[in-house]
Structure formats: structure tokens, C-alpha cells
């Protein structure tokens, strides 16, 4: 029975890639994306800012929180993973609060 359900595992395919560990060059990514999140967070929340370029600002700052994501998905560093999740959530407030005031597509 039980080398039966070795062979039926064995069988599902190969196992998942292993995440490589970040790199220094990984977490300058990560900080680049985190001074344009910042940079497009405040022209994003400004309420003296047209909808056009608040909308813009909205989709570079969710734009920088993906590439962080693809950092911390592609790596086995807990610190970039945080990082990705504070990027994601900055995302989603902008969007929120953008919402409230624009239209803004995506």
C-alpha cells in the first residue's frame, strides 16, 4: 500500500522550483520599486490632482507593488515577502481612495 502511494506521488509530476535565496541586487529592485510607489502614492492622493493623472499615478504605484511581489515570489527571503505584502496593501489603498474621488480603469 504504501509503495503504491509513493509511485501514484512520484507520478503527479515533478516538484515545485525551489525559491533562490534574494540577492543584493534583488532588494535595490525592491527599493527602486518602493521610491516609486512612494513618489506615485503622493500624486495619487493628492486632491489638487486631475483624475487623468491621479489614475496614472494609482496604476505606477500598483505596477511597483507587482514587481516587488515577482521579487519575493521568485526568492526565499521572509524580508522581501513583507515588503511585497506592505507594497500590495499601499496598492489597494490608493486604489480605494482613488476610487473615491476618479474613475479610474484596472
Known amino acids: 500500500m504504501l509503495l503504491g502511494a509513493s509511485a501514484l506521488l512520484a507520478g503527479c509530476g ?3 522550483r525551489a525559491p533562490t535565496p534574494a540577492t543584493h541586487d534583488d532588494f535595490r529592485a525592491i527599493q527602486r520599486s518602493e521610491a516609486r510607489i512612494e513618489s506615485n502614492r503622493l500624486v495619487a492622493t493628492d486632491p489638487a490632482v486631475d483624475c487623468a493623472t491621479a489614475c496614472a499615478a494609482i ?3 500598483c505596477e511597483a507593488a507587482r514587481a516587488i511581489r ?3 515570489d521568485d526568492t526565499a527571503d521572509l524580508d522581501a515577502v513583507a515588503r511585497a505584502r506592505r ?3 499601499v496598492c489597494l489603498r ?3 481612495g482613488g476610487g473615491a474621488r476618479c ?3 484596472g
Do not use: T
Open 94 to 96: 490608493v486604489r480605494a
Open 59 to 61: 496604476g505606477a504605484v
Open 14 to 16: 515533478a516538484a515545485p
Open 103 to 105: 474613475e479610474c480603469d
Open 70 to 72: 515577482a521579487v519575493a
Open 87 to 89: 507594497a500590495e496593501d
